[in-house]
Nanobody
Framework: QVQVAESGGGLVQPGGSLTLSCVAS????????MAWYRQAPGNQRELVAV???????NYADSVQGRFTISRDNAKRAVYLQMNSLKPEDTAVYYCNVRITDFFLSENAYWGQGTQVTVSS
């Protein structure tokens, strides 16, 4: 079994910063891509940022230059540093991790989500 858990959401004022964390645990042979998605009320879930096992990153245009994704393989963790936050960044943020297990099967796992609210 594999578990994925996010933390770090909360309420922040416009222009503020917040860091999200996500940790994977369980029977994991290798962690491949790690990504953050978000979903605002009434909207579809969208990709925010992704980081490959080779530490190649890609960002949505809406967060480019403001958000930074990073990973710590030893901790099985991925982080999202969010700066210059805007009200339109308000959403539930989800961690998605692609994992190869000991049967050499690759699957994607989602966390439960963490709420980020940007408001004065």
């Amino acid at each position: 079994q594999v578990q994925v858990a996010e933390s770090g959401g909360g309420l922040v004022q416009p222009g503020g910063s917040l860091t999200l964390s996500c940790v994977a645990s369980g029977r994991i042979l290798k962690i491949n891509d790690m990504a953050w998605y978000r979903q605002a009320p009434g909207n579809q879930r969208e990709l925010v940022a992704v980081i490959t096992s080779g530490v190649v990153t890609n960002y949505a245009d809406s967060v480019q230059g403001r958000f930074t994704i990073s990973r710590d393989n030893a901790k099985r963790a991925v982080y999202l540093q969010m700066n210059s936050l805007k009200p339109e960044d308000t959403a539930v943020y989800y961690c998605n991790v692609r994992i190869t297990d000991f049967f050499l099967s690759e699957n994607a796992y989602w966390g439960q989500g963490t709420q980020v609210t940007v408001s004065s």
